[in-house]
């Protein structure tokens, strides 16, 4: 089967480590199809790998959240934030473990995009990159974690002192999903430029946002034909 070549390279400049091009999403979807036709054994494998990770660690959740139902012996607000606390422990949790499984998939479909050889094992092999990816990402999470901590702690003293400002509860919601947008549209090849060794943990954000000129759009369509895909899959 033919592969489409992409466009001409266009580079945005001299200094950044990698060379980037406009995107087109037919040609993506159609370079994916492709690759999937030609190795439909080991994406699925690595694919069910993947999923039967999420369904034990979502297990591992359900459990650890039931430990928590003990009628009586929390407060309404000790509750609230006892579960919040245990959640947020759970998710980084289930990230750190997932992370490990998503790395070694992005080293075996670069491997796959560039016709290079790659095997079932390589999805265990990503660890020499886990870290710098990690930490990377940590760099983000934390801060986020401390600014809904302290949302948080505000809204549990106004329900303990006084009302609760609804306003203040959609002012953040509204924030983090604008900042979430955003982040994907304008930072998302951060990790990819990570695993292959294009940027360090500092500098990948920001060559990531010079990569994304140009196809933020074209990032924001993508999104969106993945999401139709996904819901026809089911």
């Not at 000790?78 to 473990?97: I, N, P």
Request: net charge negative; charged share 10%; glycine share 8%.
């Amino acid at each position: 089967r033919h592969i489409p070549e992409l466009g001409p390279q266009q580079q945005f400049s001299n200094e950044l480590p990698v060379v980037a091009q406009p995107a087109d999403v037919g040609v993506i979807i159609s370079l994916s199809f492709s690759l999937w036709q030609r190795h439909l054994g080991l994406l699925v494998g690595t694919t069910l790998v993947t999923i039967l990770v999420s369904v034990f660690l979502g297990i591992l959740q359900m459990i650890a959240f039931g430990s928590l139902d003990f009628p009586g012996v929390f407060s309404d607000v000790e509750f609230g934030l006892a579960f919040h606390l245990l959640h947020d422990v759970v998710q980084l949790t289930s990230f750190v473990v997932q992370t490990f499984f998503w790395v070694g998939q992005v080293q075996i479909c670069l491997k796959l995009a560039r016709n290079q050889p790659a095997e079932f094992v390589d999805l265990f092999l990503g660890a020499d990159r886990y870290f710098p990816v990690l930490a990377a990402a940590l760099l983000v999470m934390l801060p986020v974690y401390a600014l809904d901590y302290a949302l948080m702690f505000a809204l549990s003293w106004g329900n303990e002192f006084g009302d609760v400002d609804l306003g203040i509860l959609l002012a953040y919601g509204s924030l983090y999903y604008l900042l979430l947008i955003g982040g994907v549209v304008f930072f998302w090849p951060w990790a990819y430029l990570v695993i292959d060794r294009k940027a360090s943990i500092l500098e990948s954000y920001i060559v990531a946002f010079h990569v994304t000129n140009g196809n933020r759009w074209t990032t924001v369509l993508l999104a969106l034909v993945s999401a139709l895909i996904l819901l026809a899959g089911y």
